[in-house]
């Protein structure tokens, strides 16, 4: 693993590698390169490093946007009608919203949501992809009788969160049917950010959620199949009446 971090060093302090300065929480593995600068480094000069040292190393360096569809990073400002795609592909229309509902959100900006009849729309997604993933920062204070959507592709697979606080993933299968998982973790609904990412791998046909960056469940769930569009939406269900989103959304990602 390539990383990096930032600290400080006093005369109070060893510098140790290996182990901690107490002595302990000793290293188990092999360690292959440190170096030490007397500066914070950029991010361009960490991506530098990075690479010469993947190279160095022949460690295959993989984008942390590797397979992004659609990246909704929701900074607009008041008032604006469009959720920009940051990959120019999919931008999303307010629906029964005014314009002005952007607030600070987990990551700068971020889009509120009234928990009736607000809800973004991208139905010119027309892909039907084996492997997905769905990932959102999500601020929950209140969820109507179903739960609350975070987005829904075509209907076939989605994410939400549950009126019992559970987080919850699904996708279609056979016979117009669904499976779903549901999270351990039932206390999404606290007013509190949370990131919650929904995963599926068709060459294992496994779920799998995660929750402020920790895997919570994972489950086979069969093979996905695509039924026929309903259109795609962030912030509700295409068709159901229920689970519209009440509270905050921030980058939501495809």
């Known amino acids: 693993t390539v990383g990096a971090s930032t600290a400080s060093l006093t005369a109070a302090n060893k510098l140790v590698i290996g182990s901690i300065q107490t002595d302990s929480l000793f290293f188990n593995g092999d360690i292959a390169e440190i170096l030490i600068f007397n500066s914070a480094l950029s991010n361009l000069e960490l991506d530098a490093l990075e690479a010469n040292l993947a190279t160095q190393y022949n460690i295959a360096i993989q984008s942390p946007n590797f397979g992004l569809t659609a990246h909704w990073k929701l900074d607009e400002s008041n008032p604006s009608m469009i959720a ?19 607030t600070l959100g987990a990551v700068n900006n971020a889009l509120t949501f009234d928990g009736d009849n607000d809800y973004l729309s991208f139905d010119n997604y027309t892909n039907n992809p084996n492997n997905v993933t769905l990932s959102a920062w999500v601020k929950l204070s ?5 739960g609350a959507e975070i987005i829904s592709i075509d209907g076939d697979i989605g994410l939400r969160i549950h009126n019992t606080g559970r987080l919850g993933g699904f996708h279609g299968i056979s016979g117009s049917s669904f499976r779903s998982i549901n999270s351990n973790r039932a206390d999404l609904i606290d007013n509190q950010w949370h990131h919650v990412v929904f995963s599926y791998n068709a060459s294992t046909t ?18 996905l199949v695509h039924h026929a569009g309903e259109g795609s939406r962030i912030g509700r269900h295409p068709t159901s009446i229920n689970y519209h989103f009440n509270g905050q959304l921030d980058d939501v990602r495809l």
Do not use: Q
């Not at 209140?142 to 179903?146: L, V």
């Not at 402020?212 to 093979?223: K, P, Q, R």
């Open 206 to 223: 496994t779920s799998t959620l995660y929750i402020d960056g920790a895997v919570d469940i994972s489950l086979n769930t069969g093979a």
């Open 142 to 146: 209140a969820s109507d009788a179903g």
């Open 84 to 102: 920009t795609d940051s990959t120019g592909n999919y931008d999303a229309t307010l629906v029964t919203m005014t314009g002005n509902e952007w």
